[in-house]
């Protein structure tokens, strides 16, 4: 079983020709609401690709609660350890145009969860062949996540995203960590490089279309990525940590697991909404085919 520990929010998509520059207004051409958060983006990615997953996160008491926690069950996510919260649930303001986007995220019922009550989720978690998290959620809920997982030999991959809520305290804890570039030059610093020496096979910098990079122990190692022509990317970072949870659960071997990883994200690139394009483990070993590779 896949265990994820995140946010779940409900997106509110706008699409325009080009952003606004400051003070500036621009017309857009489309707006929609659709299911998202990195942990329920994650979550689904997963499902989609042949995991059982539990999702451990919150939703609002409001009408998007409601629907998000309806997605989840449509996605054979288990929801039994969402905790519904009075108040809103988290929305992310997701701006797109040209293939690009740029997000603000209120957390709404998502910073609801305590630390304290991780302990009921205990159970749960000793019992997970992986557990994946992100950093949407209050950072004492990771840290007490990490904590109890490392106690119970549970892998766990830390997605550290947004950065900015990042810790050195995580490091002993988080078996793999999956930031992309410009994460990792946040986390890091610009000569980010020498850390995948001092983690290898545990800290993977995800590159976009160039694929990912990682260091095995004896050499860097460059996963490339697969050709796709890009009309959404938000989602595709959480499709790969999804994904790769499903190859690590199934002991793929590691280079393997990245690969597969990425094929799962450059397909989730090729449609509309951060769930819309996350794709069906037949398309991901069919691209995986298609490649050549």
């Given at each position: 079983m896949?265990?994820?520990?995140?946010s779940i929010?409900?997106d509110l998509?706008?699409r325009t020709?080009r952003?606004p520059?400051?003070?500036?207004?621009a017309l857009?051409?489309?707006?929609?609401?659709a299911p998202g958060g990195?942990g329920?983006n994650?979550?689904?990615?997963?499902?989609?690709?042949?995991?059982s997953?539990?999702?451990i996160?919150?939703v609002?008491t409001?009408?998007?609660?409601?629907?998000l926690?309806?997605?989840?069950e449509a996605?054979s996510?288990?929801?039994?350890?969402?905790?519904r919260?009075?108040g809103?649930?988290?929305i992310?303001?997701?701006l797109?145009?040209d293939?690009?986007n740029r997000?603000?995220?209120v957390p709404?019922?998502?910073?609801s969860?305590?630390a304290?009550?991780m302990?009921?989720?205990?159970n749960g978690?000793?019992?997970?062949?992986i557990?994946?998290?992100?950093l949407?959620m209050?950072?004492?809920?990771v840290q007490?996540?990490l904590?109890i997982?490392?106690?119970h030999g549970?892998?766990?991959?830390?997605n550290?995203?947004?950065?900015?809520?990042?810790t050195?305290?995580?490091?002993p804890y988080?078996?793999?960590?999956?930031p992309?570039?410009?994460?990792a030059?946040e986390l890091?610093?610009?000569e980010?490089?020498?850390?995948?020496e001092?983690?290898p096979?545990?800290?993977?910098?995800?590159?976009?279309?160039?694929?990912?990079?990682?260091f095995d122990?004896?050499k860097h190692?460059?996963?490339?990525?697969?050709?796709?022509q890009a009309?959404?990317?938000?989602?595709a970072g959480?499709?790969f940590?999804g994904?790769?949870a499903?190859?690590?659960?199934?002991?793929?071997?590691?280079e393997?697991?990245?690969?597969?990883a990425n094929?799962?994200a450059?397909l989730?690139?090729e449609?509309?909404g951060?769930q819309g394009?996350m794709?069906?483990r037949?398309?991901v070993?069919q691209?995986?085919g298609?490649?050549g590779k």
């Open positions: 896949i265990t994820v520990v995140g929010n409900m998509v706008v020709a952003f520059k400051q003070g500036e207004t857009g051409d489309l707006y929609t609401t990195k329920a994650q979550a689904v990615a997963a499902a989609r690709l042949g995991g997953v539990n999702m996160g919150a609002g409001d009408a998007f609660g409601d629907e926690l309806r997605n989840l996605e996510v288990g929801t039994a350890s969402v905790k919260a009075e809103t649930s988290g992310a303001n997701i797109l145009s293939g690009d997000i603000i995220v709404g019922a998502n910073h969860l305590k304290e009550e302990a009921a989720f205990e978690l000793k019992e997970s062949g557990v994946v998290m992100q949407e209050p950072i004492p809920v007490r996540t904590e997982c490392h106690q549970v892998p766990v991959i830390l550290p995203a947004p950065a900015d809520g990042f050195e305290d995580f490091l988080a078996t793999y960590m999956t992309n570039e410009t994460e030059e890091f610093g610009p980010w490089e020498h850390m995948l001092k983690y096979n545990r800290l993977v910098v995800t590159l976009g279309s160039k694929g990912a990079r990682y122990g004896q190692v460059l996963v490339e990525g697969f050709k796709t009309i959404d990317t938000t989602g959480d499709t940590n994904a790769l499903v190859a690590l659960e199934e002991a793929m071997p590691f393997a697991a990245v690969r597969f094929a799962a450059s989730s690139v449609k509309f951060a394009g794709p069906s037949q398309e070993l691209r995986m298609d490649d």
